[in-house]
């Protein structure tokens, strides 16, 4: 097995046991990059350069003796609407083609920190807004297990480098099921953090109450990891939450006795891919030999969630990107005989299709006349589906389900449809309206080689628990441990 195919922690112990340089390291994965990209197209800007400089100051720490941490030297991708001080991020958008960011975003200043190596900024639904990355404005990412399939979406580009091994991690962001829906699709492991757990300062606002966050990575010890460097308070982020940040590592115990696990029937509906059903079925009767006792449980407001994630989520996307306007920053119309013609013109020939899709019903569901009709009632759906999973969590101490329900499909499949691609999400979008943690990682494989994602949800700023469960099933199950066939 080559260098590139090991996890984080495995290539941490190489590095700590100078089997292996950090140079090395990171000449190793551009050349897996310069391998697999024709067909993956996971990157949309690459820093060799940079990341080469950070790769020698970790091997001259290693040289002088010093102790380095669990992410030193570790090559990382990150989503690219996360902010680095002078490196192109551009949300897969036309309007910030050439946005160089003057700051970093709190989570890359933990990880520069913790020396990781950044290998470059990878591929996304425009602004988030997807679950395909068929809505980027540059490349469709393929899926790495069958490159006529879609990676899933938004972070499809981080999820597909790390399981191209193109990248030993990444980070992504997730506002209705970003990480975990393409984690599923690509076989790797995806956490959304509980809402508040890692900052959001420098991530590009998509719907601000909903936006977080989370890893992408091989295995559920690489996860807790990045999510130990990547969590906790930040005065620079009104919404984050002054809590301490529990080292997650401690939580990988092979143990699942006595957890109570509820399984939604909202959540095994028609419609689902039976192989999916399947396998999410298996997975249950494992974590129940494991010891776990299983309840059924009921989520009664599940129907109503993608209607008022679609409403609120929209609304929140009305007001953020309302200040790309041709005047500050990003993409500006070279054509334009006054200032509202100007506005117009970078407006429309900027944004996308869905990103024009998702603005116009946004801003129709705050309008005079119809906000209490739409954003108030969307609100108030909100607060039911949170109490859904206040009282679940009162009898059960986490929530097992489908990731997606169905595995990788192809590409232009849903594009005509825009209500069929929502629904990719509807196992996921619950997580973000009610604020909690959930984890994806690999729960088995369709028939034609596919990775089925089996989701974990917990109460609120319990991803101890979450990845304590993930684990013991993960190293019960080893999924993980496959890799797709790419020459």
């Not at 990171?26 to 990341?51: D, H, P, W």
């Amino acid at each position: 097995m080559s260098w590139v195919e090991l996890t984080a922690h495995e290539l941490h112990e190489a590095l700590k046991k100078k089997s292996v340089s950090a140079k090395e390291l990171v000449n190793a994965f551009y050349a897996r990059i310069e391998s697999v990209e024709k067909g993956v197209r996971a990157y949309n800007t690459l820093t060799q350069k940079e990341a080469l400089a950070q790769a020698d100051r970790i091997d001259r720490a290693i040289a002088r003796g010093e102790t380095i941490g669990p992410l030193a030297g570790i090559p990382i991708a990150l989503k690219d609407n996360l902010c680095i001080e002078g490196i192109r991020t551009t949300c897969s958008s036309k309007i910030l083609d050439n946005y160089r960011p003057p700051y970093d975003a709190t989570v890359v200043s933990h990880l520069k920190k913790a020396g990781a190596v950044f290998l470059g900024k990878t591929n996304m639904d425009e602004f988030a807004m997807g679950s395909s990355t068929e809505n980027s404005a540059f490349e469709k990412t393929k899926n790495p297990w069958d490159l006529s399939r879609i990676p899933g979406g938004s972070s499809g580009g981080s999820a597909a480098a790390v399981a191209a091994s193109e990248a030993a991690a990444a980070l992504g962001s997730d506002t209705g099921g970003s990480i975990r829906q393409p984690a599923a699709c690509c076989g790797v492991v995806g956490l959304k953090p509980t809402y508040g757990r890692v900052s959001r300062y420098g991530l590009v606002a998509f719907a601000s109450s909903l936006d977080q966050i989370g890893p992408l990575t091989k295995d559920v010890t690489d996860t807790a990891t990045l999510m130990n460097v990547i969590g906790g308070y930040d005065p620079s982020d009104s919404t984050s939450a002054d809590l301490p940040m529990p080292d997650l590592t401690r939580a990988l115990t092979r143990d699942v006795r006595g957890v109570r696990l509820g399984v939604p029937k909202e959540y095994f509906i028609e419609g689902m891919d039976p192989e999916v059903e399947a396998s999410i079925g298996q997975a249950i009767e494992t974590l129940k030999k494991l010891g776990a006792e299983v309840k059924e449980i009921s989520l009664p407001h599940t129907e109503y969630a993608v209607a008022t994630y679609y409403i609120l989520a929209t609304a929140e996307a009305s007001s953020n990107l309302a200040r790309y306007d041709g005047v500050r920053y990003g993409y500006r119309t070279p054509q334009a005989r006054d200032l509202l013609e100007m506005y117009m013109k970078s407006r429309s020939e900027g944004f996308g299709p869905e990103v024009k899709r998702r603005i116009m019903l946004g801003t129709y569901a705050l309008s005079s006349g119809y906000y209490d009709a739409y954003y108030k009632k969307a609100q108030q759906v909100r607060t039911l589906i949170k109490r859904d999973f206040d009282e679940a969590f009162k009898t059960v101490d986490v929530i097992v389900t489908p990731t997606a329900p169905t595995a990788a499909f192809r590409f232009g499949e849903k594009t005509a449809d825009p209500l069929q691609m929502y629904l990719s999400d509807i196992f996921t979008i619950s997580v973000n309206l009610a604020g909690i943690p959930a984890i994806s990682l690999p729960g088995g494989f369709t028939k034609d080689g596919l990775p089925i994602g089996l989701q974990i949800l917990g109460r609120a700023f319990d991803e101890e628990r979450v990845l304590r469960v993930a684990y013991t099933y993960e190293q019960a199950a080893e999924f993980h441990k496959r890799r797709p066939s790419l020459s």
